[in-house]
Nanobody, 123 residues
Framework: QVQLVESGGGLAQAGGFLNLSCAIS?????????????MGWYRQPPGEQREPVASITKSRNTVYSDSVKGRFTISTDNALTTVTLQMNSLKLEDTAVYYC????????????WGQGTQVTVSL
C-alpha cells in the first residue's frame, strides 16, 4: 500500500560521502501516508543480516546505530514523506545494500520497505 523509492547509492572512496534519499511514491500511497510515524534505513552487508542504521519520527526524534553515530545524519521533510541519509567519513564496513523503511500505525498498518540501493566503499 505504500511504495518507497530509493536513490543515491553507488561507489565512494573511504573517507568520502554519499547521500541516500527515499520518497513515498504512487497515487495509492498517499491514502496510507497519513499514518506513517517513522521512516529510516537498514542495511545488509554481504553475507550478513539486515541491521538498523538510523530512523526519524514526525517529531524529528532520531536514533542512530553506534556504528554510524557522528558520521551519518538522517533528515526528513515536514510531512515525513521523504527521508535523506547523509553519509560522511565512509568506511569499508559501510558497504551494504541500504533499505528504506516506513512504519505505519494507521490504515494499512505495518512496515514497508524500499527495493534497496547498493553502497560500495573502496580504498
Amino acid at each position: 500500500q505504500v511504495q518507497l523509492v530509493e536513490s543515491g547509492g553507488g561507489l565512494a572512496q573511504a573517507g568520502g560521502f554519499l547521500n541516500l534519499s527515499c520518497a513515498i511514491s504512487g497515487s495509492r500511497s498517499s491514502i496510507y501516508a497519513s499514518g506513517i510515524y517513522r521512516m529510516g534505513w537498514y542495511r545488509q552487508p554481504p553475507g550478513e543480516q539486515r541491521e538498523p542504521v538510523a530512523s526519524i519520527t514526525k517529531s524529528r526524534n532520531t536514533v542512530y546505530s553506534d556504528s554510524v553515530k557522528g558520521r551519518f545524519t538522517i533528515s526528513t521533510d515536514n510531512a515525513l514523506t521523504t527521508v535523506t541519509l547523509q553519509m560522511n567519513s565512509l568506511k569499508l564496513e559501510d558497504t551494504a545494500v541500504y533499505y528504506c523503511h516506513a512504519d505505519n500505525d494507521g490504515l494499512g498498518a505495518g512496515r514497508y520497505w524500499g527495493q534497496g540501493t547498493q553502497v560500495t566503499v573502496s580504498l
